[in-house]
């Protein structure tokens, strides 16, 4: 009798294990097991081989095999029907168009910032990134603006609570100072980025903005190397009709330092909002590294000059594009947006 047992058991498995797709192949599992010659029968008929004495115990298994055979059939229905009913009932239309999918655009900053980039990439410079929590050192100290520098208070600074030596960069300058430490010398990088200040929003300022920076460090980098990268940079970026100038400023950590301007390129130069009604527009801060930020970094300051620049990713885009509102660039609205070609 166990071989019986036995095959009940594994009858039993093989109808779990049972799957239809379709009505066909319920059909068949009822052929296969609760047709007149299907197993179930053949199964049932070995009753009249059972002992007496056990027949009572065969009867409720034999049957409850039974049970269990059909209730599968039920479900196996259940499956395939609701198949078949879902693909007759159907009213959707195949040869339908689809959705058009709806292109998006790239944030406006994004394609500025990709603009200098490669144009800094053609000449050679590489990206470096660094992180946006900086501590004092990268971004103040080692830039030559030890605690109490006054200059700390041209950036407006963002500080994390929880440390005091912890805060939000000021300009991507940290960066350099990062590249500077790692020794590997010349240098050349540009390092754009997202950047904070402690500002009142308004048309001309955000709490943060973006930045790309370069840092070219090698043996007999000149002022002369400086004004061409720069020359050639806002002549790839904005064409030939305008006029450029360079003034001179101070910056802590450049020795000299000066400011690039160029003629307005939303009035042309006659005078309006943009321009504060002077025809000029300071669109970056450059100068050659002080000797000591060079020291701070251990690099031989006899040996190795450099040249530094830093520009404002949202003023470039206001001038290229014509916008004269810097908080359209953080509304995301898609009216402003959608302006702007998909291209990189
Ligand atoms: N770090 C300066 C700023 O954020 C820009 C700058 C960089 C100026 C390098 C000179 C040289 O304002």
Not at 97 to 124: C, K, T
Not at 201 to 211: D, E, G, K, L, N
Request: glycine content about 6%; some cysteine.
């Amino acid at each position: 009798m166990e071989a019986l047992l036995q095959r009940i058991e594994a009858l039993k498995t093989e109808i779990s294990s049972f799957v239809a797709a379709k009505a066909d192949d319920t059909e068949a599992f009822r052929i296969k097991y609760l047709g007149t010659k299907g197993l179930v029968k053949e199964v049932m008929g070995e009753m009249k081989n059972v002992p007496v004495e056990r027949k009572k115990e065969f009867g409720q298994l034999l049957n409850e095999f039974k049970l269990f055979a059909e209730a599968k059939y039920g479900e196996l229905q259940t499956v395939t029907d609701a198949t078949q009913t879902n693909a007759e009932n159907s009213t959707f239309d195949w040869s339908l168009p689809g959705d058009p999918l709806r292109e998006g655009s790239r944030h406006p900053i994004s394609l500025v910032r990709n603009q200098v980039v490669s144009i800094f990439q053609r000449l050679g410079f590489a990206v470096a990134e660094g992180p946006e929590i900086e501590d004092d050192w990268h971004n103040f100290t080692a830039l030559n603006m030890p605690e109490n520098h006054t200059a700390r208070d041209m950036q407006d600074t963002f500080y994390i609570s929880q440390n005091p030596d912890w805060i939000l960069r000021t300009h991507t300058s940290s960066v350099q100072v990062r590249e500077m430490e790692k020794g590997k010398l010349p240098i050349r990088i540009i390092c754009p980025g997202r950047v904070y200040r402690n500002e009142t929003i308004s048309a001309r300022a955000h709490c943060f903005f973006h930045q790309v920076e370069g840092l070219y460090i090698a043996e007999n980098v000149s002022f002369a190397d400086l004004k061409q990268t720069l020359y050639f940079f806002v002549q790839e970026m904005f064409g030939k009709d305008f006029k450029v100038r360079f003034r001179p400023s101070y910056f802590p950590f450049t020795e000299p330092s000066a400011e690039m301007d160029i003629s307005c390129l939303i009035c042309g130069g006659t005078g309006c909002n943009v321009c504060k009604h002077t025809g000029w527009v300071e669109i970056l801060g450059c100068g050659m590294v002080h000797p000591n930020l060079l020291e701070n970094c251990g690099i031989d300051s006899n040996k190795y000059t450099g040249f530094a620049f830093g520009m404002g990713i949202e003023r470039i885009t206001m001038l290229k594009y014509q916008i004269k509102d810097l908080r359209l660039f953080s509304e995301n609205d898609v009216r402003f947006l959608k302006q702007f070609s998909a291209a990189t």
